[in-house]
Antibody
Framework: EVQLVESGGGLVQPGGSLRLSCAAS????????MHWVRQAPGKGLVWVSR????????SYADSVKGRFTISRDNAKNTLYLQMNSLRAEDTAVYYC????????WGQGTLVTVSS | QAVVTQEPSLTVSPGGTVTLTCGSS?????????PYWFQQKPGQAPRTLIY???NKYSWTPARFSGSLLGGKAALTLSGAQPEDEAEYYC?????????FGGGTKLTVL
């Protein structure tokens, strides 16, 4: 059974940091590009970042560039998102997802940025 | 950053056919934008239906199909079922970055 399980969300103050993790199982994680996507309460999906299969290239949405860093550990089948300088507008459910022929999604982890 | 446009809402009758479209502010959508389509029901995580314009997954119902139509990406639902009522999002690629459309709320009524 394929699973993507996000963790690391929670309540953080503005300006703080969080590291999200996404543990993958049931498919060949190292073969696929991975993405982080977020969704603010009651709003649409917003693409955040992507990383290629071996971790050598990354891309970011303008809204998070310079603050967020995506990475992966293929030996641990895990995707990460390091989030720094968090703002209230970063409050959302964060999903990890695989792309291409492996179109899987996790259930999401809630990040709340508030004082 | 490019803007991706979708119809805010559409209604289809049970058993009917409806086409959702996905346009780009930069011009015509092509296969080089690698269009994806996602379905999201209330309280659930999204589910990928179509990747790279027209490719389906094992879980994609046969009644859904993807294409390029009139300079846009299109998702056609033929033979709508009540369980197809959901929000649908498209995603386009722009030289590494990706942009979601605002979503189409599809009502089956």
């Amino acid at each position: 059974e394929v699973q993507l399980v996000e963790s690391g969300g929670g309540l953080v103050q503005p300006g703080g940091s969080l590291r999200l993790s996404c543990a993958a199982s049931g498919f060949t994680f190292s073969s696929y590009w991975m993405h982080w996507v977020r969704q603010a309460p009651g709003k649409g999906l917003v693409w955040v970042s992507r990383i290629n299969s071996d971790g050598s290239t990354t891309s970011y949405a303008d809204s998070v560039k310079g603050r967020f860093t995506i990475s992966r550990d293929n030996a641990k089948n895990t995707l990460y998102l390091q989030m720094n300088s968090l703002r209230a507008e970063d409050t959302a459910v964060y999903y990890c997802a695989s792309s291409g022929a492996a179109g899987y999604w996790g259930q999401g982890t809630l990040v709340t940025v508030s004082s | 950053q490019a803007v991706v446009t979708q119809e805010p809402s559409l209604t289809v009758s049970p058993g009917g056919t409806v086409t959702l479209t996905c346009g780009s502010s930069t011009g015509a959508v092509t296969s080089g934008h690698y269009p994806y389509w996602f379905q999201q029901k209330p309280g659930q995580a999204p589910r990928t239906l179509i990747y790279e314009t027209s490719n389906k997954y094992s879980w994609t119902p046969a009644r859904f199909s993807g294409s390029l139509l009139g300079g846009k990406a299109a998702l056609t639902l033929s033979g709508a079922q009540p369980e197809d009522e959901a929000e649908y999002y498209c995603l386009l690629s722009y030289s590494g970055a990706r942009v979601f459309g605002g979503g189409t709320k599809l009502t089956v009524l």
